[in-house]
């Protein structure tokens, strides 16, 4: 009798057993607690795409601040330094004004008679006593000094205080006007007192301003009362006038506020 059960084994044997069908990989995280439960995350490889993802926005986002920083970082060293030739060229041509000045006063103090005068002078007239030459009056020698600017928080009054010097070597007193011109960093300006008529930045040539009297050195005290951001002055033109409102004196000092 034929054995069926060795015949069924045989072909089971010879027949091929089907592979598992290959599955995409994917990445699961499990948390487990102390109680025994777990968390699943199934999307942690998304969720690690994202946050690198958003490390590089950071990343690019950072860089490209510094390099704007560092941009406007060299714009204000050029200003800065444009600045301070501008000064430089500044201070050079107050000394030529100053020496030209100078000349001018001397050449006027020693006037010389001219040759043909001299000539026709009529021999009556020659008995007569000589007049004596004008002397014109020597203009001071006036510069500012010690300048500094205090602030009263709780009255908002802005305070100026300088000296007048004068190097004159003549006890002769003086008598004039001061005028300051407070700028700020956007070209904005404030003129005290606040009644002064500016032409180009500059004073007209009247008398008005500050009035004060000295004779080697004043103190001058000017205030801006109701000033709320006195640290927006950058800057200070201080203006010298005498009573017919000629400027002899045209000076820009730093302004460094104190409390």
């Not at 000589?130 to 014109?136: C, G, N, Q």
Request: no cysteine.
């Amino acid at each position: 009798m034929e054995d069926f059960s060795r015949e069924i084994k045989k072909n089971v044997a010879s027949y091929p057993a089907h592979k598992p069908v290959g599955q995409a990989q994917k990445w699961t995280l499990l948390f487990v607690g102390s109680h025994g439960k777990t968390i699943v995350f199934k999307r942690f490889k998304g969720l690690a795409m994202f946050f690198m993802l958003l490390l590089f926005s950071a990343v690019v986002a950072a860089a490209g601040l510094y390099v704007l920083y560092d941009l406007q970082v060299k714009k204000v060293r050029k200003l800065e330094q444009d600045s301070e030739a501008l000064k430089k060229q500044i201070a050079a041509l107050k000394h030529e004004k100053d020496a030209l000045v100078i000349r001018a006063i001397k050449a006027e103090s020693d006037p010389k008679t001219p040759e043909s005068l001299k000539k026709d002078t009529k021999p009556e007239e020659s008995s007569k006593p000589e007049a004596k030459p004008e002397v014109k009056e020597e203009l001071p020698r006036l510069s500012v000094e010690n300048f500094e600017t205090t602030y009263h928080r709780s009255r908002k009054i802005l305070t100026l205080k300088f000296n007048v010097k004068n190097a004159t070597p003549s006890d002769q007193k003086f008598s004039g006007y001061a005028i300051a011109v407070l700028k700020t960093s956007d070209k904005r300006s404030l003129n005290v007192p606040y009644n002064i008529d500016l032409a180009s930045g500059r004073p007209l040539e009247k008398p008005q301003g500050e009035s004060f009297e000295m004779s080697k050195s004043k103190h001058l005290e000017m205030e801006v009362k109701g000033e709320k951001d006195p640290e927006r002055f950058e800057s200070a033109m201080v203006f010298i006038l005498d009573k017919s409102g000629r400027i002899l004196v045209e000076q820009n000092i730093p302004v460094k506020i104190t409390y």
